[in-house]
């Protein structure tokens, strides 16, 4: 009996023991994981999409689309009102000291590319993880189809890795380059700044793949142009050759983008306002936060309505807005009294003497439960649009090695009568189309993220300083480019200090 | 895992039919009877034949006993629980024995996991409590009375909120997860009667949060146990009593023990009580007339004219004959009951009817909270039955039920009203509607059930003579469904219906053998056994906002979209076991213990799974030593012991293995365009999900305001190590009339789980997380019981002391051991290697400047102090410059102590003087910092920065702090040690954050807990009332508290991460009257 019952018992804890190891394998089933997720084309397109919210999230993070290429190139008279940090970043007083532990300060925000890294690193996790996915996990009718949907959406998280690269590099020069997919984080290099060139090269690589993967414009799709397509490519191209001063390739990607299949067309007069809400029939490119569920508080002075905003399209109490347009630039940019763009986008403000204007672009409010005193902004940030792609491929014309002015001058002419400007222009060459064109740039693409980036273009080829708070020399010694914030350096020895700000940043 | 547990409930029970086989040898019998002092007879007193332990029978109810010896040397021991043992020769002749009533605690059994252990034979440190010694107090739960009731162990709640989760903590903090913001798994493991309810993966669906950290505090699940029915409760500190329950035993274990029956008479006993609470302390707050001449009294004296015409003062100041701003509320009258009722009653009826023995007991609680709309009501019946259906077996049954109902007001704690922040002012309209809702008499719904259980079946069968078997398999859940129904005329928004599901299902098998071995006077119990464990969350959360049909209070009537949202979500982890213990003695005087546990968990991949906690120990009982017996007289008891061993913890999550995805798509500012109301601030609010509507999914959610917030897992994620060294001595003096237990230890935690290690920018996350941080934790524990006069007195004095002092700190964190800062700049804390778990920093202030004068100006550059920037000036806060650049900024700041206390304890005095008692027990804390959160928060929002004083219309501002106002800095010339409460409109300046000097306060306090006066009839009253004992008994509980700081009502009530005080629900003051009875 015993001998039995001990034998009964020890039966039992065998069986018991075998089967640990399955009962162990438990899978999470109400939250997604790497390891349980990238399985349905429904999973990659979502993973593709973050790729996107996150670019709005780094455009968001501190104004910053618009401080980059706005706030700190002339279109601003001195910042006024809300966070008066703006002030030093318009006076380019980028090394000034900021705690690290001051994680809302916006000065050390814009010196950070933390947010462009999470850009790139989901990029490369869906290129790893999608690369891995069987093609019949992808909807389609025949392998083939299977096959361009797993390519379509590689060619958008190859766009999003360039776009990122291509923007940090016009802010930072070089940067760390990392096109691989970390499986331990803990155990991640550190790494130096690539050389700009590189970085670029590396874009161009990316963009080709996006360009072999990804589709023209579908009008149908609710997805056009808030996520790539093969105009996106183009357009990103052109201002990547544009920004390395290769006119020729930026001229002929300017030509793919504005002869394009399912073509852009510039938006009538009439509507244009409507290039601002989002999705319009010249746009190219924009990041999507025009839905009321992916929306931003109006009035808050960390948006851009809320700087560029006041009583009454605003509820802020402000009789002009924290960061007023240049009065000078305004002035001189819409001297032509039949241009329709200052009476659109721009309101003139009485101020009880002074004239003020404030930039109405974004200025699509909507308030929540009929109540004023809580207001959301719905505009997309219009990244490339095609007024934008035909003006820069008149730059390219008129910078080219063989340039052709005519042409040019013709491009620009296109995008001013759009504008109800009556004279033509005519007979401008070299350093004055040159200028010309900027002008142009800057009154059609004021406050649209372009216009630092835009002036820093022109000074590399005229010669001529563009800006009061950079000199020829400190132009020559890059000071365009922004420092990086100290604090990256504690986690990584390798990385080094901007060049001009070397020494500067405290 | 199903399919085994039935097989092996199939072999467990296939031995039902197994007897011991009965031995032919000459008989000798040992027979007598068995009585008290007093001459009654004592029923199930053990009778062992000595040096043959398993050869053991039990007295019948008439003290009756009859055993068969089957050794050589005819003694046999009798012993009974509360007595002392005898030993007697065996001569023929039946035996009469009386047992005298022991002095020494050292014959009461202890347990310590799968095993009763006497107090006599203990090689660990475990410290007990009896439950006669809490019964009756009106607490919901017992967790909460044990405060400073035993060495080592802090109780210390974060909210008066009845029915929360106070933090227990044993042996100090290790809790490195800053406002259990990943759940923290830091309480001890609670084991019922031998079956683990285990408190930390259990998910409630009350939560309320801490109104500055938004730490959270649970719903209380130990409120599943009638405190009444607690025989004792055993805490397991050290790593050679804890080990043996391995990876989950590293913040301790706490052993209950329920009542049982006892042998003779049937036991039926009842006892209630009943009593109220008391209204707590006001803040002194001026209203009316008074509050309106307050306000533009400071507002004409502080401010420029150019504010003063402005139309910055708010209209309800300046009209006083708008019969809208004209009246005179006192808002904390509305919210508060005058007297709250709690009340409670016991039956229990427990005995034997043959060899089986039963206890059915029942247990009726209610309180209503302080704050108008909070309340519990619990109906808890018990039932336990033990069978001997064939010798050798026992069958064991048990079945713990409570089924509670409790209401939180108008959704919770963090309902509008309880807010500092923004404090309501009392001019204020309130129309019948709003007031009845506010006072909690006319919330529509309010509904939280919740049905919490414990069963547990087992086996335990004798296979030979000293070989026990043992099959348990328990189940336990707490169900906790709350549905309510928030009105817009409170939200200030919009109807919401709410429903909120919660359910914590697990199971446990356990099999284990225990096989008893002596010979000459080496003595060996073996302990061996297997256990599996599953435990899963199921939660669902739903809403409904803008109901619009009147009368209905569910959801319903949105229709499908925004307004209408439901999640939910399930987890699961299991784990298997393997453990063993050896505890040898010599003579029962040189003892050792030996155990060892493996555990695995589903939690890590299967290179980490297993986990390994041995624990060894060694005690010595000098006092049985011969050259002690000249002293016997003095020191009747001395032992010494020391103990080393490993335990272990799990992190947080039951998923840390994988890499969690996020569908956050927000951004800076972001919104889904919804209006949210937090802490009486409506904004608009809302996390994006999506992108151009497709729902996104990465590890990077951009949870602040720089980073996406993305941690990293680690696939090499694995158990928390906690290598613990105890030395300890207990000391008996005079027959037992002093007893000292002091311990002194060192407790590691070696690879604590840490979320926020930063990652390589370039990796696109912020952080990543894996076990790096270790937290070092050294202490002394001194337990002191006095009878203070001889037993022959008939007035006696008991005084039972204890004292904690624990040192706290980080011996290793990654990157180098860099420091870490925690919280958003405004209120930080840092973990440093070498100091306490978060530390505060703070910037140090000394009063505000009297003048623009002594404001410090730089030599070099000949400007004035500025703070981030701009230029300090009179009234301005005195920042201490810590790097002498004159400039005030986040690098200023310095440590300022942190919330860990490092010395705790209690002091309890009984007297009793015939049928007379009267005990009072208070603890005390000392040694730690807090934060005075609600008065930052209260000057932030309702003071004049920002020219926030606009809202003084709409708030009480000055109205509720008048008590301090003449500490504010007022005038050029003033020394005052606040800075000015009113800056001109349009100032940038802050002197209200939180981290300044002036916020942190000492923590320490001594409270009386509770005072008890209780009479026992006499025994000829009684008698003729056929009983056999009656209580009556008056009781307070929170009677008084000394405190060190002067602003902070109760210094107990803080978070312990956080160290913040914002007291949402206050402690109260309460009387009982009470009866206990015993058939």
Redesign the interface.
């Known amino acids: 009996?015993?001998i039995k019952?001990?034998i009964?018992?020890l039966?039992?804890?065998i069986?018991?023991?075998s089967?640990?190891k399955k009962?162990?394998?438990?899978?999470?089933?109400?939250?997604?994981?790497?390891?349980?997720?990238w399985k349905s084309e429904s999973?990659a397109?979502?993973?593709v999409?973050?790729?996107?919210?996150?670019i709005?999230?780094a455009?968001?993070?501190?104004i910053t689309y618009y401080s980059y290429g706005d706030l700190i190139s002339d279109e601003f008279g001195p910042v006024s009102g809300g966070d008066?940090s703006y002030l030093d970043v318009q006076d380019m007083n980028w090394g000034i000291?900021i705690?690290a532990?001051?994680?809302?300060d916006p000065r050390?925000?814009l010196r950070?590319?933390?947010?462009f890294?999470?850009?790139?690193?989901?990029s490369n996790?869906c290129l790893h993880f999608i690369n891995s996915m069987p093609v019949s996990s992808f909807t389609g009718d025949d392998d083939a189809a299977r096959q361009s949907r797993k390519n379509h959406y590689l060619g958008e998280a190859y766009f999003t890795r360039a776009f990122s690269y291509f923007y940090m590099a016009r802010v930072w020069g070089d940067v760390?380059l990392?096109t691989d997919y970390?499986?331990?984080?803990?155990r991640?290099?550190?790494?130096a700044r690539s050389p700009q060139k590189d970085v670029l090269a590396r874009c161009l690589l990316d963009l080709d793949s996006a360009r072999q993967y990804l589709d023209w414009q579908d009008p149908n799709s609710?997805?056009k142009v808030?996520?790539a397509d093969k105009g996106a490519v183009f357009a990103l191209l052109a201002h990547l050759y544009a920004w390395e001063g290769d006119y020729n390739h930026c001229d002929n990607a300017c030509d793919s983008v504005i002869n394009a299949p399912t073509g852009y067309t510039l938006v009538d007069s009439a509507d244009y306002t409507s290039i601002y809400k989002g999705k319009s029939l010249e746009s190219i490119f924009e990041i999507?936060?025009n839905?009321?569920?992916?929306?931003?508080?109006a009035t808050?002075v960390?948006?851009i309505t809320?700087v560029t905003l006041a009583e009454p399209l605003i509820h802020n109490n402000l009789p002009t807005p924290a960061w007023t347009i240049n009065t000078g630039l305004y002035q001189y940019l819409y001297s032509d009294t039949d241009d329709i763009r200052p009476k659109l986008v721009f309101k003139e403000l009485s101020t009880g003497g002074a004239i003020a204007y404030e930039c109405i672009k974004y200025a699509n409010i909507?308030n929540?439960?009929a109540n004023t005193s809580?207001?959301?902004a719905l505009n997309n940030i219009i990244v490339f649009r095609l007024a934008d792609i035909l003006l820069l491929k008149a730059e390219a014309l008129a910078a080219k090695p063989a340039p052709d002015y005519g042409t040019a001058l013709s491009l620009v002419n296109a995008v001013r009568q759009r504008a109800k400007i009556k004279t033509p222009l005519t007979g401008y060459t070299g350093n004055d189309l040159l200028n010309l064109i900027t002008d142009e740039r800057g009154r059609e693409l004021f406050l649209e993220g372009h216009r630092f980036f835009d002036l820093i273009r022109l000074e590399r080829i005229t010669g001529d300083q563009q800006l009061s708070t950079i000199s020829p020399g400190e132009f020559a010694a890059g000071k365009y480019y922004w420092p990086i914030d100290p604090s990256?350096f504690?986690?990584?020895s390798k990385l080094t200090q901007t060049g001009f700000w070397k020494g500067k940043v405290h | 895992m199903r399919k085994i547990v039935l097989l092996a409930m199939v072999v467990a029970l296939s031995v039902l039919s197994a007897t011991t086989a009965g031995y032919g040898q000459t008989k000798v019998y040992a027979q007598g009877v068995v009585r008290d002092e007093k001459g009654s007879p004592l029923g199930g007193a053990t009778v062992a034949e000595k040096g043959l332990p398993n050869n053991v029978v039990m007295t019948d109810s008439s003290g009756r006993f009859m055993l068969v010896l089957k050794g050589k040397g005819r003694e046999v021991t009798i012993s009974y629980i509360g007595y002392e043992d005898q030993t007697v020769r065996v001569i023929g002749d039946a035996l009469s024995v009386t047992l005298k009533t022991s002095k020494s605690n050292m014959g009461d059994v202890v347990v310590i996991g799968y095993q009763g252990v006497r107090r006599r034979n203990l090689t660990a440190a475990v410290s007990s409590i009896k439950g006669k010694e809490i019964q009756d107090i009106p607490e919901a739960s017992f967790d909460q009375m044990l405060q400073g009731r035993l060495p080592g162990v802090s109780v210390l709640s974060s909210t008066g909120e009845l029915g929360a989760k106070p933090a227990i903590v044993i042996r100090g903090a290790t809790n490195v997860d800053y406002g259990n913001a990943n759940g923290g798994n830091t309480g001890p493991l609670y084991v019922i009667d031998g079956v683990i309810y285990d408190v930390n993966t259990i998910t409630p669906a009350y939560t309320s949060y801490n109104a500055i950290s938004g730490a959270p505090t649970t719903t209380n699940p130990l409120s599943l146990i009638n405190p009444n029915d607690i025989e004792s409760i055993d805490i397991l500190k050290d790593a050679s009593a804890s080990a043996i329950y391995g990876a989950r035993a590293g913040n301790g274990v706490i052993i209950v023990k329920t009542k049982r029956a006892l042998r003779g008479k049937p036991q039926v006993g009842f006892s209630a009580y009943a009593g109220v609470t008391t209204r707590p302390q006001f803040r002194k707050v001026l209203t009316g007339n008074a509050e309106r001449a307050l306000k533009l009294g400071i507002l004409n004296s502080q401010l420029p004219y150019s504010n003063m015409q402005g139309n910055f003062i708010p209209i309800a100041l300046t009209d006083s004959l708008n019969p809208a701003f004209n009246n005179d509320v006192d808002w904390q009258g509305l919210m508060i009951r005058n007297f709250a009722l709690v009340n409670n009653q016991d039956v229990s009826i427990a005995g034997f009817a043959g060899s089986t023995s039963y206890r059915l007991s029942l247990n009726h609680y209610n309180e209503q909270g302080v704050l108008n709309g909070f309340g519990i009501d619990r109906l808890a019946p018990h039932l336990n039955v033990i069978l001997n259906p064939i010798k050798g077996l026992r069958v064991n049954g048990d079945l713990i039920i409570s089924s509670e109902r409790r209401n939180h007001g108008t959704g919770g704690s963090s309902g509008t009203l309880f807010s500092s922040w923004n404090f309501p002012t009392s001019f204020v309209q309130l129309n019948p509607t709003q007031s009845a809702l506010y006072k909690g008499q006319a919330n529509p719904f309010d509904d939280n059930r919740i049905l919490a259980m414990n069963g547990s079946f087992g086996v335990t069968d004798t296979i030979v003579n000293n070989l026990l078997f043992n099959s348990t398999y328990s189940y336990n859940n707490y169900i906790d469904r709350w549905s309510y129904f928030s009105p817009a005329a409170l939200n200030g928004i919009q109807n919401v219906a709410y429903d909120i599901n919660a359910s914590n299902p697990s199971w446990t098998f356990e099999n284990y053998l225990t096989w008893l071995k002596s010979f000459n006077d080496h003595h060996f119990v073996l302990v061996g056994g297997t256990s599996a464990y599953d435990t899963k969350n199921y939660f669902s959360n739903a809403s409904a906002a803008g109901i619009a049909v009147t009368g209905i209070t569910t959801l319903q009537t949105v229709p499908p979209g925004t307004n209408l949202n439901v999640n939910t979500n399930r987890q699961e982890k299991t784990t298997v076991s393997y453990y063993g213990r050896l505890s040898y003695d010599y003579k029962g005087k040189y003892l050792a213990t030996v155990s060892v546990r493996r555990d695995a968990s589903s939690i890590y991949s299967a290179s980490y799974r297993w986990g390994t906690f041995p624990a060894v120990s060694a005690g010595w009982i000098a006092s049985d030593e011969k050259f002690m017996e000249p002293v016997k007289n003095v020191v009747n008891f001395l032992r010494f012991r020391a103990s080393y061993g490993i335990t272990g913890n799990d992190p947080g999550s039951f998923y840390a293995k994988y890499q969690s995805l996020s569908t956050d798509a927000s951004f800076l500012n972001a919104t889904t365009g919804s209006l949210i109301n937090n802490y009486g601030n409506i904004g608009i609010g809302g996390t994006p999900s999506t992108y151009n509507g497709t729902a996104v999914i990465s590890p990077f959610p951009y949870g602040n305001w720089v980073y996406n917030s993305g941690v990293g897992a680690s696939n090499s994620v694995r158990w928390e190590k906690y290598p613990q060294v105890d030395f300890g001595t207990d000391v008996e003096l005079f027959n037992s009339r002093v007893n000292l237990v002091v311990d002194v230890y060192q407790k590691d935690a070696k690879d604590k789980y840490f979320y926020n290690i930063p990652a390589q920018v370039t990796t696109g996350y912020q952080y990543f997380s894996g076990n790096f941080v270790d937290v070092r934790n050294q202490g002394l524990e001194i337990g002191l019981n006095t009878r203070n006069l001889a037993s022959s007195s008939k007035f006696q004095w008991n005084t039972s002391f204890n004292i904690s002092f624990n040192r706290n700190y980080v011996t290793k964190l990654p990157n180098n051991n860099r420091d870490f800062l925690f919280g958003p700049p405004w209120f930080q804390q840092t973990l440093t290697l070498g100091q306490p778990l978060f530390n505060y920093k703070v910037w140090q202030i000394k009063g505000a400047y009297p003048t623009d004068a002594d404001v410090p100006t730089d030599g070099i550059t000949g400007k004035k102090m500025t703070f981030q920037g701009t230029t300090l000036g009179a009234g301005d806060p005195a920042y201490v410059d810590m790097n002498g650049d004159y400039n005030i900024n986040l690098d200023d700041k310095v440590i300022a102590g942190n919330p860990n206390p490092k010395v705790t304890g209690g002091i309890g005095n009984t007297f009793s003087y015939k049928g007379i008692s009267l005990s009072i027990f208070c603890s005390f804390v000392t040694g730690r910092k807090i934060f005075n959160g609600a008065l930052s928060d209260f000057l932030n929002g309702s003071s004049g920065i920002y020219g926030s004083y606009t809202n003084w219309g709409a708030n009480a501002g000055p109205a509720a702090i008048s008590g301090i106002l003449g500490q504010f800095w007022t005038t050029p010339g003033d020394h005052a040690p606040l800075p000015r409460l009113v800056y001109p409109n349009g100032t940038s300046k802050d002197p209200w954050d939180i981290a300044s000097s002036y916020f942190v306060e000492d923590g320490s306090f001594l409270k009386v807990k509770q005072m008890t006066l209780g009479y026992n009839l006499p025994e000829k009253w009684v008698r003729s009332l056929h009983m056999r004992f009656v209580n009556v008994y008056g009781m307070a509980e929170n009677l008084m508290t000394w405190k060190k700081s002067k602003t902070v009502p109760d210094p107990e009530l803080v978070d312990p991460t956080t160290g913040t005080s914002n007291v949402v629900y206050p402690s109260a003051l309460k009387f009982t009257l009470g009866l206990r009875l015993e058939l």
């Open positions: 009996m015993h019952y001990k009964l018992g039966a039992a804890l069986a018991f023991c089967s640990c009962f162990l394998d438990q899978q999470p089933n109400s939250v997604a994981t790497d390891q349980t997720t999973d397109n979502a993973s999409a973050s790729c996107y919210s996150l709005r999230s455009f968001n993070a501190a008066q000291s705690p532990a001051n994680t809302n050390l925000k950070l590319f933390t947010n890294y999470t850009v790139v690193a989901q996790r760390p990392v970390y499986d331990d984080v803990s991640a290099p550190q790494l609710s997805d808030v996520r999507a936060q839905a009321q569920s992916e929306s931003m508080r808050d960390y948006t809320g909507q929540v439960n809580y207001q959301i990256l504690l986690l990584n």
